[in-house]
């Protein structure tokens, strides 16, 4: 004999896959109530307001949840008093910041009285079973669990890295000009380029932010398996530490500069890196192919070209494109980092290990400086000021002289490193 629990599971086996294979698109207006359910019962949770879980849940609602522990999966059931009850308990230490906190929302079918939702949450995955009653969409079965231990997306502990969970937190992606996106994080770019052929991901942040670039990719309405190619600025654990899990969601290829490739490859830096020893592993990543800087690289007629702008590691890229909409094409630049930032007795000015350090700073500001550059987006967007710039619209990405202003403020933070030195080694 089925319980009701067990009947919902059945229920949602056999159903979801009969809806997706049977699609039929209804109205926007029940697109909208839909979407609107969902995002009451998320938000019931995270802004502690329970009013909105007795107007989008049904009373008859059955719930199953998964929950990771040490000794595998706990099975947790629910029924509609005991969801009202945690959505006042949830949230109410704040521990959730209803700002940031996900809530990726996709409809996966949607029928005249039915519809199955896949929501991401800051507690795991729920699939939602929908239904039209008294003509209001509720819903009315849930099926979840926790967010399942990935070793390639697990993130830093507070005592390696104090600033990974600020960096991570999570971002709304947002068009930055026709076919382009932002698809990282608050602290952490990362850039997808879409086309008819397939599309081109540049960047992967942290370890931990691949899920989150994944489900902002999905939320613009693309398929992380539409990705074609994998780039990196450059091999460090807060750029390159997600793409190895990226990597195995998508089946994309992975390129990278000489020296970056074999950082990739190893998920280590070597020696020749000026943080050396101070920058975390990150998951090895394999199958790299090599390029040679100058290169573009294609993915059918979409094209990318390599520029090498070194110095903060030695195989560090930056990257530039057109993006092209009906009235004119802009020149975008995704820009590297330039700081000259080193382990404790590294220098610059004559490094043993990495002995072309300066000259190849100089050489990427003047590569920096000289790109068509309508648009600058940086692998730390604060250092572009993207945010400042974003609250102007659109327009606001755009600024002819971002890129020049760039070069001119590596220099002088570079110039005031090579002083330092001087200074430290004339004092010894």
């Keep these: 004999m089925l319980t009701r629990t ?21 109205s926007a207006t029940d697109r909208e109530a839909v979407e609107q359910a969902v995002l009451d019962y998320v938000e019931g949770f995270y802004l502690v307001q329970p009013e909105r879980i007795a107007q989008s849940v049904s009373r008859q609602l059955a719930k199953v949840g998964y929950v990771q522990s040490e000794d595998g999966y706990r099975e947790v059931p629910r029924t509609y ?6 959505s006042q308990r949830y949230n109410a230490d704040g521990h959730v910041d209803p700002e940031t906190a996900p809530k990726v929302i996709e409809i996966l079918d949607l029928l005249d009285q039915i519809a199955v939702v896949k929501l991401s949450a800051a507690w795991g995955i729920d699939y939602l079973n929908l239904a039209k009653q008294d003509g209001r969409w509720k819903v009315i079965n849930v099926l979840w669990q926790t967010y399942p231990d990935d070793p390639l997306t697990q993130p830093y502990p507070d005592s390696l890295c104090s600033n990974c969970k600020g960096w991570n937190a999570p971002q709304q992606p947002f068009l930055i000009h026709k076919n382009s996106y932002y698809v990282g994080t608050r602290g952490l770019s990362a850039i997808l380029i879409t086309s008819p052929d397939g599309h081109i991901l540049i960047d992967g942040a942290l370890p931990d932010s ?9 939320s613009l309405g693309f398929e992380p398996r539409e990705i074609k190619l994998i780039l990196n600025s450059h091999a460090h654990y807060d750029h390159a530490g997600g ?33 050396y020893r101070v920058h975390l592993d990150f998951p090895a990543v394999p199958r790299v192919k090599r390029f ?3 290169d573009t690289l294609y993915v059918g007629g979409l094209g990318i070209r390599s520029h090498a702008t070194a110095g903060h590691t030695p195989g560090g890229t930056s990257w530039s494109w057109q993006s092209c909409d009906d009235t004119r094409c802009v020149d975008v630049v995704y820009g590297d980092s330039q700081t000259p930032v080193s382990a404790e007795g590294f220098r610059f ?4 290990a990495y002995p072309t350090a300066i000259s190849d700073f100089k050489h990427g500001h003047s590569i920096l400086e000289q790109l068509p550059c309508d648009i600058l987006i940086t692998t730390h967007p604060g250092a572009s000021a993207l945010w400042d710039r974003l609250t102007k619209g659109p327009e606001g990405l755009i ?4 890129c020049k202003q760039y070069a001119t403020n590596a220099r002088a933070r570079l110039a005031k490193r090579i002083q330092q030195e001087a200074e430290a080694a004339g004092g010894q």
């Design 349 to 352: 000015t004559d490094s043993e």
């Design 399 to 402: 600024d002819t002289q971002a």
């Design 6 to 26: 067990s009947f919902f599971v059945y229920l949602i086996v056999v159903l979801t896959p009969y809806l997706i294979n049977n699609a039929h698109a209804q």
């Design 81 to 86: 008093e005991q969801l009202y009850r945690g």
């Design 243 to 275: 793409i190895a899990a990226i990597q195995q969601a998508t089946g994309a290829r992975v390129a990278a500069s000489p020296k970056s490739a074999s950082v990739l490859e190893s998920g280590s830096a070597g020696p020749d890196d000026p943080q």
């Design 292 to 294: 040679t800087p100058g």
């Design 210 to 218: 691949a899920p989150l670039i994944l489900d902002s990719i999905r």
